[in-house]
Nanobody
C-alpha cells in the first residue's frame, strides 16, 4: 500500500524557516514527480512547488520563488521543501503528492495527510 507522510510543520514567526519532509512507503519514489501543495482556510488548494523524478526540473509558484527550495533524495524515498523568509500568508496545511507529468491539482493520484504550517506576524 502506497503511503505518503509529511512532517516538519509547526508554528514559526515571520521571517523564520521550516523544512518539510515527505516520505513515501510502499513503492520507490524515484519513478515519480512530486508536488507540494497548500490549502489555507476558505481557499482552494494550490500548487506550491514540483520536482520531476530525477530532480532535473523544478517549478515554483510565483509567491514562493526565492524563498522556498524543493529537493529530493531518492535513496531515502524523501522529498523536502525548505521554506525560508516565511510570511503570515504562507500559513496553510501543506500536502505532498506524487504523480507523473503535467497535472492539475486535482489530478495528482496519491496524497499525504498534510502538515500544518502557521506563521505568526
Amino acid at each position: 500500500q502506497v503511503q505518503l507522510v509529511e512532517s516538519g510543520g509547526g508554528l514559526v514567526q515571520a521571517g523564520g524557516s521550516l523544512r518539510l519532509s515527505c516520505v513515501q512507503s510502499g513503492r520507490t519514489l524515484s519513478s515519480f514527480d512530486v508536488g507540494w501543495f497548500r490549502q489555507a482556510p476558505g481557499k482552494a488548494r494550490e500548487k506550491v512547488s514540483t520536482i520531476d523524478w530525477n530532480g532535473g526540473r523544478l517549478d515554483y509558484t510565483d509567491s514562493v520563488k526565492g524563498r522556498f527550495t524543493i529537493s529530493r533524495d531518492n535513496a531515502k524515498n524523501t522529498v523536502y521543501l525548505q521554506m525560508d523568509s516565511l510570511k503570515p500568508e504562507d500559513t496553510a496545511v501543506y500536502y505532498c503528492a506524487t504523480g507523473i507529468g503535467s497535472l492539475l491539482v486535482g489530478e495528482w493520484p496519491h496524497w499525504g495527510q498534510g502538515t500544518q504550517v502557521t506563521v505568526s506576524s
